[in-house]
C-alpha cells in the first residue's frame, strides 16, 4: 500500500508516517515545512519506505503528481494553532480552504479515498455536555480572526461531502480535540507544551483569562491507531467522527498537575486574553466530544491518562535535540528529500 501524508512533518503528521511504515506501508510525505519540520521524522528516516517531497498543497501540479503515485491519502496538511491562525488569517484561510480543495480535486479525478483531518474547532463555543458529530456550530463574528480556522475548516467539511454526493470521492473525515504529546511544539499556542516546556525553564505558567475553561486533551499515541482504522473501514466513507481524550480538565488544574509531574517549582501566572491574544479575543469556555460514534464502529476508547500525557511532553522536551542542527546533518544523508 502506497499512502500520501500531506503535512506529514507535522507533529500529528510525523506520528502517522511512523505508525504507517510499522503497518508496512510505503510512505510519500508532502509537506511545505511551514510549520512542521523534518526532525518530526526523525524517528522514521532510516525507514527505506519514506519518500519526502517539499511542496505546498496550494500547487496544483505538486498536488497531482503526489496523489497520483499512491492508492490513498491522509490530508493533515493545514495552517494550525491558534497563535498561528489569529497572526496571519490570510495564509490561514487560503492554506485551508484552497489547498484542502487540490486535494479534494486531485483524489475526485484520481479515484483514490481520502481521510481528511478536521477539528473540534468547528464546534466553536457551543459547551454542550458532549458534542456529537451533528451538534450546532457556534461561531462568532467571520470578523474575528480566531473563527477564521473553524470557518475555513467547516468548509473543508462540506466540500469533501459534495465531493462524496455529487462525484463519488471516498472520503472519511475525523474531528481531532485537542490531541497532544511528544514534539509538539509550543510556539503556535498549543497550550500543553507551552505549559510544560515553561515548567522545565523555571518560568511561571501561563495560564489565560481565569483558568476555569476546559478541554479533553487525548494522546496522539490513542487518536493515529484510531484515525487510520477509521480510514480502512468501508462503513466510516462519507462520515464525520470525533477523536477525542475522555476526561474534562481545567487549565488551571492542567497547570498544577504539570507543575506537580515536572517537579518544578515554577508559579502559575494568570494572563488576561487581551494580553495573551489580540484584544477582543474569544476563548471557548469548555469542549467536550461525545466519542461514541467511533467508539461503536471501530472501538475506539483512549486510555491515556492526562498525567502519562504530561510526562510523555516532558520526557520528549528533555530529550530533544537542536532541530536545526539535526536537520542540516542529518536530513539530506537519511531522508530522501525532494523539492518541487
Ligand atoms: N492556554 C493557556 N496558556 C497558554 C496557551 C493556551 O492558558 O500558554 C489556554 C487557551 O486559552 C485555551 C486552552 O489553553 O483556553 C487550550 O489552548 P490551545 O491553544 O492548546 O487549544 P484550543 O484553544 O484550540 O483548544
Redesign the pocket.
Given at each position: 500500500m502506497r499512502t500520501l501524508v500531506t503535512g506529514g512533518a507535522g507533529f500529528i503528521g510525523g506520528h502517522l508516517v511512523e505508525h504507517l511504515l510499522e503497518q508496512g506501508d510505503e510512505v510519500l510525505v508532502l509537506d511545505d515545512l511551514s510549520t512542521g519540520s523534518l526532525s518530526n521524522l526523525r524517528t522514521s528516516r532510516r525507514h527505506p519506505g519514506l519518500e519526502v517531497e517539499i511542496g505546498s498543497i496550494l500547487d496544483p501540479v505538486a498536488v497531482n503528481d503526489a496523489v497520483g503515485r499512491v492508492d490513498r491519502v491522509f490530508h493533515l496538511a493545514a495552517a494550525v494553532?491558534?497563535k498561528l491562525i489569529v497572526e496571519h488569517p490570510l495564509q490561514s484561510l487560503r492554506t485551508n480552504i484552497h489547498g484542502t480543495e487540490n486535494i479534494l480535486m486531485a483524489c475526485t479525478e484520481k479515484d483514490v479515498p481520502l481521510l481528511l483531518a478536521s477539528t473540534s474547532?468547528i464546534y466553536g463555543k457551543n459547551t454542550a455536555d458532549k458534542l456529537s458529530e451533528d451538534a450546532d456550530r457556534i461561531l462568532g463574528s467571520p470578523l474575528k480572526s480566531r473563527w477564521t480556522y473553524a470557518a475555513a475548516k467547516g468548509i473543508d467539511e462540506s466540500f469533501a461531502k459534495a465531493y462524496h454526493d455529487e462525484h463519488g470521492l471516498q472520503v472519511t473525515i475525523v474531528r481531532l480535540f485537542?490531541t497532544v504529546g511528544p514534539r509538539q511544539k509550543?510556539r503556535y499556542?498549543?497550550?500543553?507544551p507551552?505549559?510544560v516546556g515553561q515548567a522545565l525553564r523555571g518560568e511561571p505558567l501561563?495560564?489565560?483569562?481565569d483558568?476555569r475553561?476546559t478541554?479533553c486533551f487525548s494522546s496522539v499515541n490513542d487518536i493515529v491507531p484510531a484515525v487510520v482504522r477509521l480510514a480502512e473501514t468501508p462503513a466510516a466513507v462519507g462520515q464525520a467522527f470525533n477523536l477525542g481524550g475522555q476526561h474534562e480538565i481545567a487549565?488551571l488544574h492542567l497547570a498544577s498537575r504539570i507543575l506537580e509531574i515536572t517537579g518544578s517549582h515554577s508559579g502559575i501566572r494568570l494572563v488576561p486574553?487581551d494580553q495573551?491574544y489580540a484584544p477582543g479575543y474569544e476563548?471557548?469556555r469548555r469542549?467536550v466530544p461525545d466519542n461514541a460514534k467511533a467508539r461503536e464502529l471501530i472501538g475506539f476508547d483512549p486510555q491515556t491518562s492526562i498525567d502519562d500525557i504530561i510526562a510523555g511532553v516532558a520526557a520528549g522536551l528533555l530529550n530533544s535535540v537542536d532541530e536545526d542542527d539535526w536537520v542540516m546533518s542529518q536530513a539530506g544523508a537519511d531522508l530522501q528529500v525532494a523539492t518541487s
Open positions: 494553532g491558534v474547532e485537542n509550543g499556542g498549543m497550550v500543553v507551552n505549559l501561563t495560564v489565560f483569562g483558568g475553561q478541554r487549565i486574553y495573551a476563548d471557548m469542549r
